[in-house]
């Protein structure tokens, strides 16, 4: 005859529970199936959670018995394709030069380095 070993076994009152090797490692196996959690099993099994994980180490240094070392593999698909990196950058040289112009009521001011084309078009508007 076959012992189902769902909840704990009951307990006296008083006493500190001795729970069996084979109900330890049921609950302790079931917490390693994927998207359970430690918690949870615990409850169901009304045991508490620090208790097993501290079976879950017992477990896995072998005090209930040879450990299932079989591993779960997740599929993988490798792609083969072409990496094709970013152009580098080289980080313009920090320039503390500035430029200001006023010209009236308007007042430009260039910081860094700037594109002599660009400065050559700006200062003509600014003297029309």
Request: with cysteine; proline share 12%; charged share 20%.
């Amino acid at each position: 005859m076959d012992t189902i070993l769902d909840t704990a076994p009951p307990r006296r009152p008083g006493r500190r529970p001795n729970f069996p090797l084979a109900f330890k490692r049921k609950v302790v196996e079931a917490t390693f199936q994927p998207g359970t959690s430690v918690s949870l099993i615990a409850r169901e099994h009304d045991v508490n959670a620090n208790l097993v994980f501290r079976w879950r180490q017992q477990y896995q240094e072998g005090a209930f018995g040879p450990v299932d070392q079989s591993a779960t593999f997740l599929p993988v698909q490798v792609i083969e394709t072409p990496m094709e990196l970013p152009p580098v950058v080289q980080p313009q040289p920090a320039c503390d030069s500035e430029i200001v112009i006023e010209v009236g009521k308007a007042k430009l001011r260039i910081t860094g380095t700037p594109d002599p084309q660009t400065l050559q078009l700006i200062v003509q508007q600014l003297l029309r």
